[in-house]
């Protein structure tokens, strides 16, 4: 492994490491969630625009095309937030997060239809696994059952961030991963203003420390870290090494939210993130 290698696996283990604290943050803060999503957004975006100018970040793009995919996915990523911060909030941390962590092996199949390259039969065995562990993670199929309802959002959460992240592989490669981020920051800011005006946004008084830890590790810092590791992974490859997002995640709920998973958790859960990793080696190999 050269140092440049490291490096950027390196990258990507901080940048998972601060996407993991969004679902603890996210559950913390007091205010409905596309309310949270949108100072997430508006902050974020106000600390890169600050990062682009300081370096000096071009902050055009190269084709109409490029800036099209760019923004479109932007309604992507708003929609996975959305999804994702309500599925823990129905549910708990543990349930949304590997949920959610079902997106490598959604990611592996919807990879080589989107992109027209070529698919890998293993990729239905692991893609079974992950049904079995979703099926374990919520036994009951209730429409009231919390663990159902976090269970679905979190997984419907994980195709909209599968979408999102083969549309950016393209225009990864020829764009700064700061500028990519803080472009899609201004669609879901700007996209989601009306929510200020239906729900309100009295309770930042209380909630703005934590709320600004989201917008700058959690958002601004690690989705831009994970948006220029695409230069140099495949997408299914970074959601592998994203994989162990969940067990921190899990950690810190466990720290700051006091939330003991069950034992289906574990099994379910256990089920999941061995996909990635058999996928990981798979693909090492």
């Given at each position: 492994m ?15 490491v ?9 559950k ?8 949270i ?5 508006a ?36 929609a996975?937030?959305?999804?994702y ?16 962590y ?55 959460s ?62 601004a ?9 695409l ?21 810190l ?9 069950t ?11 061995s ?11």
């Open positions: 050269n140092n440049q290698h490291f490096r950027n696996v390196l990258e990507l283990t901080l940048a998972t601060l996407i993991s604290s969004a679902a603890v943050l996210g913390y803060i007091a205010m409905p969630t596309a309310v999503i949108w100072w997430r957004s902050l974020a975006l106000i600390f890169l625009f600050a990062f682009c100018k300081l370096q000096k970040v071009n902050l055009k793009f190269r084709s109409k095309k490029d800036a099209r995919t760019v923004l479109i996915s932007a309604l992507f990523l708003g996975h937030w959305i999804t911060f309500h599925s823990v909030k129905v549910s708990n941390v543990s349930i949304g997060m590997l949920s959610l079902t997106y490598p092996a959604i990611t592996a199949i919807l990879e080589p239809i989107l992109t027209k390259t070529k698919f890998n039969k293993v990729h239905l065995l692991l893609a079974i696994l992950v049904l079995i562990g979703v099926y374990i993670l919520a036994p009951e199929f209730n429409t009231e059952n919390s663990h159902f309802k976090g269970v679905i959002w979190g997984v419907i994980a195709i909209l961030f599968t979408l999102r992240n083969i549309m950016l592989k393209r225009s990864s490669k020829s764009h700064n991963g700061t500028m990519i981020m803080m472009h899609q920051l201004l669609v879901v800011t700007i996209v989601l203003v009306p929510v200020l005006f239906i729900f309100g946004t009295s309770e930042i008084s209380t909630q703005y420390p934590y709320v600004i830890i989201l917008a700058l590790l959690a958002t810092v690690g989705h831009s870290l994970l948006i220029k590791s230069k140099y992974f495949s997408v299914s490859t970074a959601s592998i090494i994203l994989s162990t997002q969940p067990f921190f995640g899990i950690l709920a466990y720290f700051f939210l006091n939330e003991i998973p034992s289906n958790t574990f099994i379910g859960g256990t089920l999941i993130i996909t990635v990793i058999i996928e990981s080696i798979r693909s090492r190999k």
